[in-house]
């Protein structure tokens, strides 16, 4: 017998003796998964290296100690080798000839003995020491990705902490997945090889980014239009007074997108993009950790007021990334994907790009560019996709309640 599995069930019945989780305990924990998956000896826990391994291990005996069952195909684990990184949908293949990236997805279940089952998700793979998807410029170093998604990880977990001591309406199938960043591949393999009847699955909830709750405790939850049971629920659970930013779309650039193709209502939770995305310093230390809390909570009371209701519908959304511009420019910012007021705020601007170029600053509000008035992200993007490189135009922002008008060269 594998040690996780003594642990596991040594951990459930010392689990049975317990009480439910205070926030103390929730906090703790958060603060414990996110530190060990983010610590500089697992190396940025890319797909197929020891860093990798060793989360994943770590993630099973986390899963064990909480009292949660096994749902892999091996344990707790689901192995899978990609040998096409190509579409990021096409059929991630278990190769024959031992060539190819190997990962594995962790997997755990809460059999409650009901008919349907919730799949809550989080990717725990990162970058590695950077690579292509990095926005370092500099020499090679250790990706830690704390919020990307070691939050969302953390979060997985606590979540099964409050969970198995709870009886519910549905089962829980819990997931860490692995080969995100390249591509949802492990969210796309799992779809494809379930270790459950996908029939029975009711919706799926993916934790991507989500602890870096801010000031005004904004917390973007997009898929919201992929059954009409999600909108009313949202607001009625709010009992923390967050700030909701929705969008309706199934579609995005995270392991709930996997779900969404399978006609599966799917939510994804996100709180917000940072300077420290995909760079070296997105480290534990900056994660919120009250924050991530209410996020759990909040995530924890939706479930139960979707239990009330029967099979949820599913709907079919417009995918908002079909609608994006082509463009062949960038300004060099990094938009604040959590404003709903009018114009593109920004959240972070690269060196050595226009933007910086022209003298624009965190915080700033692009409210016009060349002749195009900006009142939102999709105004910004279509406005950038009228102009080539080397061409130059006025760009007009607001910085603390004043407009200020510039030129900018692409």
């Known amino acids: 017998m594998k040690q996780y599995q003594i642990v596991g069930l040594i951990g459930a019945l010392a689990f049975a003796c317990q009480s439910a989780p205070s926030d103390t305990d929730l906090i703790n924990d958060l603060k414990k998964d996110v530190t060990y998956l983010a610590a500089d000896q697992l190396e940025g826990r890319a ?21 949660i069952s096994p749902k892999g195909t091996d344990g707790f684990f689901q192995e899978f080798t990609v040998s096409k990184p190509s579409n990021p949908h096409e059929e991630a293949v278990i190769g024959t000839d031992g060539e190819g990236v190997t990962g594995r997805n962790v997997i755990g279940f809460i059999d409650n003995q009901a008919a349907q089952t919730i799949v809550i998700g989080a990717h725990f793979d990162h970058l590695g020491y950077g690579g292509s998807g990095s926005l370092h410029r500099g020499d090679s170093a250790i990706h830690n990705g704390a919020d990307d998604n070691a939050s969302g990880t953390a979060a997985l977990a606590a979540l099964a902490e409050l969970l198995v001591d709870e009886k519910r309406q549905s089962n829980f199938l819990f997931i860490a997945f692995s080969g995100e960043e390249n591509g949802l591949w492990g969210s796309n393999y799992f779809v494809k090889n379930p270790t459950i009847d996908l029939e029975t699955v009711n919706y799926m909830i993916n934790m991507d980014m989500v602890g870096r709750l801010n000031e005004e405790k904004t917390l973007a939850i997009n898929g919201v239009g992929t059954s009409p049971s999600f909108v009313p629920a949202l607001d009625l659970v ?8 929705i969008s309706e779309s199934g579609v995005g650039p995270s392991d709930h997108t996997s779900f969404y193709l399978q006609d599966l209502p799917v939510l994804h939770f996100f ?11 997105d480290d534990s230390e900056k994660i919120n950790y009250e924050g991530l809390l209410q996020v759990v909570r909040y995530i924890d009371r939706l479930i139960e007021q979707l239990d009330t209701e029967p099979k949820l519908a599913f709907t079919k959304t417009k995918d908002s990334s079909g609608d994006s511009p082509r463009f062949t420019v960038t300004l060099g910012v ?18 050595d790009k226009p933007a910086q170029k ?17 009142v939102d992200m999709m105004s910004y993007m279509r406005a950038l996709g009228a102009f080539q490189p080397g061409q130059e135009t006025q760009v007009a922002y607001e910085r603390d309640g004043k407009r200020v008008e510039t030129k900018v060269r692409f």
């Open 47 to 67: 797909i197929g290296t020891d860093g990798e391994v060793k989360a994943a291990e770590y993630l099973a005996e986390r899963f064990s100690e909480i009292g």
């Open 238 to 245: 709010n009992s923390d007074s967050l700030k909701l930013v």
């Open 271 to 281: 709180t917000g993009q940072h300077e420290d995305y995909h760079r070296p310093s």
């Open 334 to 351: 990094v938009p604040d994907y959590l404003y709903d007021g009018k114009g593109m705020r920004i959240d972070g601007v690269s060196e």
């Open 358 to 374: 022209a003298g624009l600053q965190k915080g700033d509000i692009v409210v016009q560019l060349g002749d195009s008035t900006i």
